[in-house]
């Protein structure tokens, strides 16, 4: 009972975590019109958070012990967890930035790839595209399940067999999303690969972040020198989505994307329904 109780938040709890969903949706709106070759790292954590201190929330990043920043900025070979700072985005990068917002004291999380366009080196663009493609499409499979699953690990299944079907990339497995409400990391796990359990119930109050990181090659990771930063063994390169999805009495509703998810869910069918 005490672990039902942690993971289903009421309808009330549920209403109250549409605006730092909203809040952490606009901070990735204001990196994605900002950014381009030139810009650091960390002049993108800047954009994030201004976006999040004007929507009225806080990021809860920093709410982190240790960490001082609004995204993880995570660079070709990076896959989550990169700390900003002056390295500059150059033409071909991939970049991955992940955010979140506190407002009124609950929790929204997302995180996008952005492949910056190299016309010196179209293939590798190219790649990294497909890439990007096939992580974002894996999370919307993902999340496409959940509106219909009966348990939670369903969704392991649908973004590891959509990332299976499109050729021989690594998912990492030592990452995985998470429960999210008064936290950022909740119970329960959110796996992006198949596993035995059939995990908890899906019902109305469960709310989740479902947060695919797929590489080109090898799934091996290590953590870099700084302490934060999650990379590849091999040098390949990696991209990350996430949003915030929340279960209630009338559907589904992704919490961290604008329109609730319906642009992303349309291909299956599925029309997100606002939290009443």
Not at 95 to 102: E, F, H, K, R, T
Not at 221 to 242: F, I, K, L, P
């Amino acid at each position: 009972m005490n672990l039902r109780r942690s993971i289903y938040k009421s309808p009330a709890q549920l209403r109250l975590m549409v605006q730092p969903g909203l809040a952490t949706a606009a901070s990735l709106d204001a990196v994605a019109a900002g950014i381009r070759p030139g810009v650091t790292t960390l002049e993108l954590d800047a954009m994030a958070e201004a976006a999040i201190l004007g929507y009225g929330g806080a990021p809860n990043f920093k709410l982190e012990h240790g960490y001082h920043h609004t995204v993880c900025a995570s660079v070709n070979d990076d896959v989550v967890h990169g700390i900003p700072g002056d390295r500059i985005v150059a033409p071909g990068d991939i970049v991955s930035i992940d955010s979140g917002a506190i407002l009124g004291g609950w929790n929204g999380d997302a995180a996008r790839s952005f492949v910056i366009a190299d016309e010196s080196r179209p293939d590798v663009v190219a790649e990294r595209l497909r890439l990007s493609d096939i992580t974002e499409q894996s999370l919307w499979h993902g999340i496409a399940r959940l509106s219909r699953a009966s348990h939670l690990n369903e969704v392991g299944e649908a973004v590891e067999d959509y990332i299976r079907s499109q050729g021989d990339y690594g998912i990492l497995t030592d990452y995985i999303g998470h429960g999210i409400g008064r936290s950022m990391h909740e119970d329960p796990p959110v796996f992006n690969y198949r596993v035995r359990a059939k995990g908890p119930e899906v019902k109305p109050g469960l709310v989740v972040a479902i947060e695919p990181m797929v590489v080109l090659g090898d799934p091996d990771t290590y953590v870099r020198d700084d302490g934060w930063t999650v990379a590849t063994t091999d040098g390949e390169s990696a991209a990350h989505w996430e949003h915030s999805v929340a279960v209630h009495k009338d559907g589904i509703w992704v919490l961290t994307a604008a329109d609730g998810g319906a642009s992303g869910l349309a291909q299956f069918g599925i029309t997100p329904v606002p939290i009443a």
